[in-house]
């Protein structure tokens, strides 16, 4: 089996048993349910602690729990601008917001890029009376080039 039809048997038995991401990570995993749900999808990996957890609670094989934790290959996204409204969406934060970004980290903070890998990520829902919104807080370690 490989990973993309893993991602695609863990969506199905989401749906079929009712399961939320949250729910799912609270069940398999103290860390963050974003760590946790982009395990899931393929893009991070899980403990191996947290891989039998999962399998356990998706009635995965003792392979499918094997490759939960395994370092995946990342970035699913296929090239070109994403199709799907949502993640477009961030596509297009980043056309038009990605220079002033760059330009008032490297102000506060010099040369140098905002890690990945060292990173802390939250979503939650904030009530308005226009309609709720989405508020995401992202943290990166920053990392400076060197200069040799």
């Not at 799912?24 to 602690?49: C, K, N």
């Not at 399998?55 to 994403?82: H, K, M, N």
């Not at 060292?118 to 904030?126: C, T, V």
């Amino acid at each position: 089996m490989t990973r993309e039809e893993l991602t695609t048997k863990i969506r199905a038995i989401k749906s079929a048993k009712g399961l939320t991401w949250r729910a799912i990570a609270g069940q398999i995993s103290d860390g963050s349910p974003l760590v946790a749900t982009a395990a899931l999808l393929g893009q991070m990996r899980l403990t191996h602690d947290e891989a039998a957890k999962a399998a356990d609670l998706l009635e995965l094989s003792d392979a499918e729990e094997t490759l939960l934790a395994e370092v995946p290959y990342r970035g699913s996204l296929p090239p070109g601008p994403p199709s799907d409204p949502l993640v477009y969406r961030f596509y297009e934060l980043v056309q038009v917001y990605g220079t002033t970004w760059k330009a008032l980290i490297e102000e506060e903070f010099g040369d140098g890029i905002m890690s990945a890998i060292d990173f802390d990520m939250s979503i939650e829902r904030e009530s308005d009376p226009k309609g709720d919104r989405v508020k995401m807080t992202l943290s990166g370690k920053f990392l400076p080039y060197k200069r040799y």
